[in-house]
């Protein structure tokens, strides 16, 4: 069983920068791919970022390719976000989440999630 904490969020003008946090503890983080995922009020949870197991992999939304980056620490069980040039449009409850074997972009293959937290860009 894997817990994840997200934490990083906050309140930022656009056009600014925020790096997220996960931290995983329970399991064995290198065997677990992982990904970000972000959910907006009225709207469904979308994809934003994963990587694979190695770190070697990386995957992005069209949305956030070139400002966003995905990176993890094995060494500290840790997955990061780092979110540049940020848009009103990425306000949302972003939650990471980790998942055996390949990584994939569709949420449902997701075995465990965070609490998430709160992004929010003002204009």
């Known amino acids: 069983q894997v817990q994840l904490v997200e934490s990083g969020g906050g309140l930022v003008q656009a056009g600014g920068s925020l790096r997220l946090s996960c931290a995983a503890s329970g399991g064995t983080f290198s065997g677990y791919s992982m990904g970000w995922f972000r959910q907006a009020p009225g709207k469904e949870r979308e994809f934003v970022a994963a990587?694979?197991?190695?770190?070697?992999?990386?995957y992005y939304t069209d949305s956030v390719k070139g400002r966003f980056t995905i990176s993890r620490d094995n060494a500290k069980n840790t997955v990061y976000l780092q979110m540049n040039s940020l848009k009103p449009e990425d306000t949302a409850v972003y939650y990471c989440?980790?998942?055996?074997?390949?990584?994939?972009?569709?949420?449902?293959?997701?075995?465990?999630w965070g609490q998430g937290t709160q992004v929010t860009v003002s204009s």
């Open positions: 989440a980790a998942k055996t074997w390949s990584v994939t972009r569709d949420g449902t293959d997701y075995n465990y």
């Open positions: 990587i694979g197991r190695s770190g070697y992999s990386t």
